[in-house]
């Protein structure tokens, strides 16, 4: 079975610092790119950010250009989301999906509450 299960999340104050992890397994991870995505209630989901297959090429929302950083190591099929100077309206679950040719999974989030 394919599982996509974030990590990471939690309280932290404005200008504080997360690293999420989304562990993947039950699909060949190398060949995917992985993109991370966030939600708020009453509102459709967000793209924040992409990384290629390989790593070479990423890109951000311009919300949070500059703010964070995506990786993957694919040896431990796992992506990253690193987030720098948080702020109150980066708060949303943040979960991380795959994506290849036709196919693509979605995980289960994480919540990231930024808030003093």
């Known amino acids: 079975d394919v599982q996509l299960q974030a990590s990471g999340g939690g309280l932290v104050q404005p200008g504080g610092s997360l690293r999420l992890s989304c562990a993947a397994s039950?699909?060949?991870?190398?060949?995917?790119?992985m993109s991370w995505l966030r939600q708020v209630p009453g509102k459709g989901p967000e793209w924040v950010s992409i990384?290629?297959?390989?790593?070479?090429?990423?890109k951000y929302a311009d919300s949070v250009k500059g703010r964070f950083t995506i990786s993957r190591d694919d040896v431990k099929k796992t992506v990253y989301l690193q987030m720098n100077s948080l702020k109150p309206e980066d708060t949303a679950v943040y979960y991380c999906?795959?994506?290849?040719?036709?196919?693509?999974?979605r995980g289960q989030g994480t919540q990231v509450t930024v808030s003093s």
């Open positions: 039950g699909f060949t991870f190398s060949r995917y790119a």
């Open positions: 999906a795959a994506g290849y040719n036709s196919r693509s999974y």
């Open positions: 990384i290629n297959s390989g790593g070479a090429t990423t």
